[in-house]
Structure formats: structure tokens, C-alpha cells
């Protein structure tokens, strides 16, 4: 394997939003991770676990609070406006809502080419063929130029999502739960378009998704994250076969199975309580209102991640006796 | 076998929209029998939300169209003959349903210990401080903690996933004989929605109880369902039960549907099956049948007309042409083409 | 058993039918509608709404009368010949004669002409100063916003019509200072409105989606916020003219609005309550104007905020 090109690194990143006095939402708590050129990052996790956040903190939607999001070894939240619209050509975005990440009053044509208007890229006839030419390339016909966005279907609305990203050519792309909102069969041929469409572009994927098994699927490695923190990461079938964080295990346990032999053998660990609110949360663990390996210290110091196996990282303070004491659990 | 308490009829349901008459439900027939899961399965437009709805009289007068000859017999009565001050003594007491988003479904501005109460006393003469007795109970028999407090809270208070708990326990207030969950946990956590359907499960079987479930999540089905129909564009396309739908389909889109999700403990990358094109368009649905654009087995005849029903078991049924003894069947997955009853 | 039951039919004896064709042929991504501009659609579902046709088409009538009136009838509506005064309708003078002997007819077309004018005017200034400062507030935000909206609920609660007095006292009676006084304290609403629009459709996706493209803020208002916004403006803009046309007639009516030799349907209403008594005509004709001209609004600004509301869209 040749050796592995560093595209983004995040440090001790933290995004915080102030949601009235005194009430600060820590949507992202100090995460750290790297993200290899031409690999897909997967992160996966529930509700209020920031990973949207994140996704749009590290490819500059959102400033940063703290930390660093380094793109290319250069910090993003350190560029002047021309840079920061120069940094825009090389990381886009791809949302989750089909129906409103389309403007409704535009054609899917000039919603392709607002990137390439924007950047003045191509004009006249070259930017028709452009767009002609981003339309195939997803999947739908050059006459749906000319169309509204209402008369699409969410499949379809998401492809077209997918040309807008594409159009001015980015490096890396932060798909942000873009299939959550589809029927399966449509899920299907949404994420076969974005693997076929990162070989043929040499891209590079942060997916976001609360869908463990097609987050697996398309990512090489994968990060869960809880309440701000990322408590797990690993390569994906490991991560699949080997989860060691507790919250990790009781994700992989919830999934469900379309296979009924199997879901009546799942063992299935059962997790109680809610979702905390990631408003001033308690220091310590965050997942410490619900795991059953509580301990007290758990409750005052927020574990940070480990190696515990190569390239196997855990942020838990009973992980590693966990692991030893039920080798295959 | 237990006793037949729904017979779905002929059910077929239009609705007047300005660009003609879209035909959401285009006849569909099926039994459901006491403290039994039946899983309704298709994608978004298939039908299977209109025809839950339809069996509820939950469908708006004024653009529904609904055939004269469509019936819908619960104990052997036909709901869509009953008039509104029928259906209202009925809903809620003998045949309650759930919605797939708990924040709409709750009425923001009442107590929730008070909605719960209003199912009860709709239904029976009880007075309020029983009414309100029984609802707590329910609060509890949902396992939400501290129910007594939470009885004097407004929905905004509650997450989504005691939402949904607090919708359960307004539809099972009254007891009712079957319950119709249309997509309950779609909006929900994974964690929540496994704890939600073990709570849904636990519930029918303390009050043998019979569910209708209307889903996309395949996933959902395999723990629940004890049977299984698929609806494409309006009709059935197959049914069965739930081990001869996952390990023994017969119809191309059952087996479009396995194949397109991911298989959490398979290793391969490999692309998912997809099917290409979107769903047809129920204003002028096609003559034939209306998965062959995207069936990649279609033959000929199946643009040309509807498929007879091929029966495989009791149980198994389906409505496609590749069961014909004339059909070419090269290629097809293994064990789709069976010997037939 | 199969139940199967094979129907031989001439169609059946082709060999081709279990011929294999997949999916060839066939797309699946064709959209069968023709495709409608936005603005075709909200047309589309306006033009159903018989009431709104109905009130559209009345309103060119009037508007059309009121231009084409005195030139049919080639009265003047200054000419004073006391020997006809007072007199009912007739074929000569088809709403009578007021007190002056002036044809009556030809004073509506004239007044009402002054009516319109002025309620079109004083909406055109509400609007304009309304939508911009929404929409600075609403995309500012923070201090901006603050100030905007504090000057609102300021402006808000003067009393309407000692302004109107002070004002007309200050610059004078004249078309301008009925106009600036009446839309001075007529923008608030508009400007909460559309920033309130505006706060909504900074959130949607696709206005991050055009700052995640390099959009510049002028891009996306122009291109995003405006045009989703101007459906919400139309209605308002709609149903603010009758309130203006009844708030100019009111003040003519107390005597604080048009001044003669100029006339407006409010004026005439004045004159004409003096006549109440004995010829109820001169009163009642402006009025009718008034009240008809009002209701084809509403009726327009109904039709179209019900042709807008995606939510009603069948």
C-alpha cells in the first residue's frame, strides 16, 4: 500500500454555540482525527453526537472555537476572504435535506453552475456543456436543465446536490447523512454514484451518517462520536467486528437486521435512558448517564482516546480491562 | 389459527389532484388475524401509507376517492359504510394508530397526561380522576420514568423518543384489538428505536394485540413481522411470511429491496444492488406492470399486461410474468423460480 | 394448486412475449409533467380561485372606468352650474349631481383616479423602506437588528393620527405630506415581516449551500433570500393598498386629507354626508367605489396567498 498522503488533520477541535445566558451547546467537544487523500472517513452516531457539526466546522461552513482544522497543513480558520473563497473550490458540501438544499425558484441548471458563476470558471457555451456534462455524469438527462427542483424526486434532488458539489471540482467532500432522507433502493443507487464518482475524481469523503451499516460499507475507517466527543475509531470491519467502547457495542447491538434468523439470536443490550442534551454538559464521560461499567471515575475525567489495538483507537477508562476480561464479546 | 378480525377488500383509493386523478392504492386485498404482525413494505408513493390510512377513515373527504366496491370488514363490518360518528367510537378504542413524527402527532399545548386522558374518556364513561388513573398507568406501562411528574409536562419537554412513547400510550389507552404503526420509528435514534420496538413488541403480546406496521426499514421487519406484503405503485407484488419473504422471494423488486442494503457482516465492498429510474407515475400508471421500466428480468409481455397471481404456499403469493412457464428465467438468483402449489 | 389461469388471447400466441428485455428502452428518470416556472405554477392555481378572477376582473373594470369614464361621458368634473345641483341620477349625469351642481360621475373617475394613486404610492414607500430594513435586520442580525427593531416598536406605537396632524401642520397640505405622514409609521409591519421571512430562509440549506460555494452576502440575497421572499411581499403589498385608500378617505373625510380643487373618493364622502338626508346618492356612490375597490384587493391578496401556501398545493 503506498504510503498514505495527509489531506486534513483536526485538533482538540471544539465548536460551541451559545443558546441564551449562560447556556453554552458544546456540539463539538475536542476531536481529533486525520483524514487520508483519497480515503472515506466514515462518522457515525445519534442525535446531538455534533458529527453534522463537525462535518461543517471542518470544511468551513463554521469557524471553529478552538482547535485546528488543517487543510493541507495550512489552518482554515486562519484564512483572509480571498483565500477562504480560493479554499472554497477544494472542500463542498453535500446536505442532508433533498428538499431544502435545492433554491426552488432556480433552475437545476443555474443551481449546477452557481459554483462555476461564482468562480467565474466558464462561461457560454462552455458552461452549458459543463452542466450537460455534471447531469450525465449523476445520472439524469440534459433536459432536466431547464427544470424546478419540485419536479424532481428526493433521489434525484440528491443527485442533483451532488452536481452542484462536483461542479467546481473539489478536492474533499463532507456528505452530510445524504441518504437518510431516501427510500432504500434510492439509498442504493445514491451511494454506488458517490464510490463510482470518487474513483473516476480522486476524491476524498467525510461521511456522516447515523446508518452504521452503510456508513461501513463506503468508509475505510470509521469514527463514533457521542454527545461531542469521538469515543471509538477504527477501520470499519474491524470496528464492526471488534467494538470495544461500550456505546459503540450497544450501537452495533441496536441495528437492526433484515434477516430474521439472525435478529432472533442477536443478543441484544439493552441501553436505557435518553440522549443527554449536549447544553453545559458534566465534565467527565459523556456517556457515563447510560453505560452500565460506570465508575466513579468516569463521572469526573473525560477519558481521551487510546491505541488499544494497531490502529484501534478507544476513548474509555475500562475499555482495555473490558477487553480483556471478554476477549470476543 | 386465530380468527380473522380485518379483511381488506378490493381496496382502491384515488385522489383528485390538479394534474388528474392519481391512483395511490389500485386494489389490494389482505386478512390480518388476532395478535398478528402484518408488515406492509414499500418505498415512498407505494401506497402503503394511503391504504392504512384508508382502513381509518383517516383520509381527506374532500379529494379521496374511494371504490364502491372496495371493503375494509372488521369483524365482518364494513368501516368505509360506517358513518363519521361510527368511526369516531371505533378509532382510538378498536383499532388505534401511530404516526411516524412524534412531534406533529401531540397536540403541543395540552398536558400530555391529558391527552392521554381525552383517548380514555372519548371512549368510555369513566370520570376524570380515573381517566387520569388509567393514563398514568399507561405513562408507566410505556417505562417512562418519573411518569407522574412527566403526566403534568407538554410535549415540548419530552424527547423524540418519549414522544413516541407518549403517542403509544395514547393508542393502547383504550386496549385496542389492532394497532397501525406507520413508520413508528423512522424519525428516531437507532438505540431508541430498538428500545421502542421491543416496547411495541412486549405491548402485543401483553394485550394480544395485532399489528399492522407500515415500513421501508427492512431491518424493523425481520424482528416483528410474523408476515410480510410488498406494495410497488399501488399493488401487492408478493406476500408471505416473514422467512419466505427474506430467505425465499419471488419477485425481482422483493429481491431489489434485500439486495439494496448493505449487509452489516459482510466484509466486500462491492457496489449494492440498485435499481435504476424512480417509482411510475400513479396518474397514469402503466398498463402492464409497473416495476418492469426497472426490472432488469422484464420481458415483453409484462409491459403489455398486469401479471396473474402465482401461488408458492399457504402462505407465499405473487403477481409476476416470470413464473409463467414460458418465461426465461437465465440468470435469475437462486431459488426465485420454485415449484408452485 | 395453481391458480394460475392461462387465457389464450391473440395477443398470447406471439412468440416474443417472454422474450427478455430488461430495461432497456425505458427510462426511468423521464419526469412526466411539462414544467412549470414557479411563477406559472402560483398562476396556474390563481386562475382556479374563481373569487380571485372574479376580483382581478373587476378591479380592471374600475380601473379601466374610472381612466375611460369621463371621457365617455366628456363631462368636467370642475364645471359648476348650480341649476343641476342635487340631482338624482340620470342618463345625463349617470351618479346625479352634487351640491354644486358638478356631475357626480366624473368626480368619482377623478377622485378615485387620486385614490389609487395615492394608496399605490404610499405601499410603493412602505415597501421600499419596509423590505430593506427587514432585510438588513433579518441578515445582520445582532446589533443591527437591535436597533431596527427597537425603531419599529418605537415608530409602531405613535398615535397614527397625531402624526398625520403634526405632519400636515409642518409641511403643509399636499400630496406629498399625506403621503409620507400615512407611510411613515406603515413600514413596520412590512419590515417585521420580512425579516422574519428572511431569518427562515437564512437557515435552508441552500443558502449555506451558496456561502459553501463562495458566495458573496450580495449573491445570496439577491439571488436566494429576494426571490423567496417576494411571493410573502406581493401578498402584503397586495392588501395594504385598500388599507391605504381607506385611511387617505378617512382623513379626507375628517377633513385632514386631499384638498380641493383635487378630490378624492373620501372628500366626496364628506361633501356628500352632508347631504345624507335629502340625496343620499351623493354619499352613497363614492362610497360604493371605496368599498368595491377594497374588496377586489382582498379578494386578489386572498387568491394569491392562497396560491402561494405550499402547503394548499393539491
Known sequence: MDKKEVLIEVKDLKKYFQVGRNQTLKAVDGVNFKIYKGETLGIVGESGCGKTTCGKTVMGLYKATDGEVLFDGVDINKLNKKEKKEFTKRAQIIFQDPYSSLNPRMTVGDIIGEGIDIHKLYTGKERQEKIYELLELVGLNREHALRFPHEFSGGQRQRIGIARA???????????????????????QVVNLLIELQQKKNLTYLFIAHDLSMVKHISDRVGVMYLGNMVEFAESDELYQNPLHPYTKALMAAIPIPDPDTEEQKKRIRLEGEIPSPVNPKPGCRFVTRCRYATEKCHQETPQLEELKPEHFVA?????????????? | MKEKILEVKNLEVSFKTYAGISHAVRGIDFDLHKGETLAIVGESGCGKTVSSKAIMRLLPESNTLINENSEVLFHGEDLLKKSENEMVSIRGSKISMIFQDPMTSLNPTMKIGD??????????????????????????????????????????EFSGGMRQRAMIAIALACKPEILIADEPTTALDVTIQAQIMELIGELQKELDMAMILVTHDLGVVASVADKIQVMYAGKIVERGDVREIFYQSTHPYTRALLDSVPKIHSTNKETLYSLKGTPPDLINPPVGCSFAPRCEYGMNICRKKYPELTKFSDTQECNCWLHDPRADVSNLPENMIRRRQ | MSTKEVVMTEEWNESDDFKRVGTEGLSGEDIGEKSLTYWADVWRRFRENKLAIFGLILLAVIVVILFIGPVITGQNYQLIDASIKNQGPSSAHWFGT???????????????????????????????????????????????????????EFIGNLPYLIIVVILSMVLGRSMFSLVFAMSLTAWVGTARMVRGQILQIKEQDYVQAATALGASTGRIIIKHLLPNTLGIIMVDITMSV?????????????????????????????????????????????CLMIVLTMLTFHLIGDGLSDALDPKLRK
Not at chain 1, 474509555?316 to 464479546?329: G, I, S, T, V, Y
Not at chain 2, 387520569?132 to 410535549?155: D, F
Not at chain 3, 378617505?249 to 378630490?263: D, K, M, N
Request: with cysteine; net charge negative.
Open chain 3, 242 to 286: 385598500p388599507g391605504f385608500i381607506f385611511s387617505e378617505a378617512f382623513l379626507s373625510y375628517i377633513g385632514l386629507g386631499v384638498r380641493p380643487p383635487e378630490t378624492s373618493w373620501g372628500a366626496l364622502a364628506s361633501a356628500g354626508q352632508q347631504q345624507l338626508m335629502f340625496y343620499p346618492h351623493e354619499l352613497f356612490f363614492p
Open chain 1, 166 to 188: 462536483l461542479a467546481i471540482e473539489p478536492e474533499f467532500i463532507v456528505c452530510d447523512e445524504p441518504i437518510s432522507a431516501l427510500d432504500v433502493s434510492i439509498q442504493a
Open chain 3, 98 to 152: 352634487d351640491d354644486m351642481g358638478r356631475d357626480l360621475f366624473t368626480r368619482v373617475c377623478v377622485g378615485g383616479r387620486i385614490s389609487i394613486y395615492i394608496g399605490l404610492c404610499c405601499t410603493l414607500v412602505m415597501f421600499v423602506i419596509g423590505a430593506l430594513l427587514g432585510a438588513l435586520a433579518g441578515l445582520k442580525g445582532g446589533l443591527v437588528d437591535d436597533i431596527i427593531m427597537r425603531i419599529c
Open chain 1, 316 to 329: 474509555c477508562h475500562r475499555a482495555k480491562e473490558l477487553m480483556e476480561d471478554h476477549p470476543q464479546e
Open chain 2, 115 to 156: 391527552q392521554i386522558a381525552e383517548s380514555i374518556l372519548i371512549h368510555r364513561k369513566i370520570s376524570k380522576e380515573e381517566a387520569y388513573k388509567e393514563a398514568l398507568e399507561m405513562l408507566q406501562l410505556v417505562k417512562i420514568p418519573n411518569a407522574e411528574k412527566r403526566m403534568k409536562q407538554y410535549p415540548f
